[in-house]
């Protein structure tokens, strides 16, 4: 777990612009799969594969990364897979968006819990040297006292 979410840090650590490649890179990709090996859909499930680019994007790339891919998903739905044209079409729309909304908090939480596992870190760091120092150092315990 730790070297999973160490990697999401080197990742979200990059500049924006490649962060945001990452979102676009994700949707065409998300979109080409449904586009292509589950063209017997039709214009059923059309988010179906779109949800893992969202994720990914968000995860990795943070939640301007996110949302950009947010975006850019049903756009591309709309023009490459099925326009919407029913309420059926806006309801898996909306629903399309609340789940996006869900991996949103999800990110943020591991977001949250780097930081929690980083700041942890230096706290052990900095007892460590404080007692390597009193150790080494006798006098030192006349200071703190």
Same mark, same amino acid.
């Given at each position: 777990?730790?070297?999973?979410?160490?990697?999401?840090?080197?990742?979200?650590?990059?500049?924006?612009?490649?962060?945001?490649?990452?979102?676009?890179?994700?949707?065409?990709?998300?979109?080409?799969?449904?586009?292509?090996?589950?063209?017997?859909?039709?214009?059923?499930?059309?988010?179906?594969?779109?949800?893992?680019?969202?994720?990914?994007?968000?995860?990795?790339?943070?939640?301007?990364?996110?949302?950009?891919?947010?975006?850019?998903?049903?756009?591309?739905?709309?023009?490459?897979?099925?326009?919407?044209?029913?309420?059926? @079409?806006?309801?898996?729309?909306?629903?399309?968006?609340?789940?996006?909304?869900?991996?949103?908090?999800?990110?943020?939480?591991?977001?949250?819990?780097?930081?929690?596992?980083?700041?942890? @870190?230096?706290?052990?760091?900095?007892?460590?040297?404080?007692?390597?120092?009193? @150790?080494?150092?006798?006098?030192?315990?006349?200071?703190? @006292?």
């Amino acid at each position: 777990m730790a070297l999973l979410l160490e990697f999401v840090a080197v990742c979200q650590a990059k500049p924006l612009a490649w962060r945001l490649m990452l979102a676009v890179a994700a949707v065409f990709v998300a979109v080409a799969v449904r586009v292509v090996f589950l063209e017997a859909l039709g214009g059923h499930h059309v988010y179906v594969t779109l949800h893992a680019a969202v994720a990914i994007a968000t995860l990795l790339g943070g939640l301007g990364a996110g949302f950009l891919a947010t975006i850019m998903a049903p756009t591309l739905a709309h023009f490459l897979i099925k326009p919407l044209s029913t309420g059926g @079409d806006l309801l898996a729309l909306a629903a399309f968006l609340l789940s996006c909304l869900v991996l949103f908090v999800m990110a943020e939480a591991v977001r949250m819990a780097q930081l929690r596992v980083a700041a942890a @870190d230096r706290a052990r760091e900095r007892q460590e040297r404080m007692g390597y120092f009193i @150790d080494r150092v006798p006098a030192a315990i006349a200071i703190f @006292d």
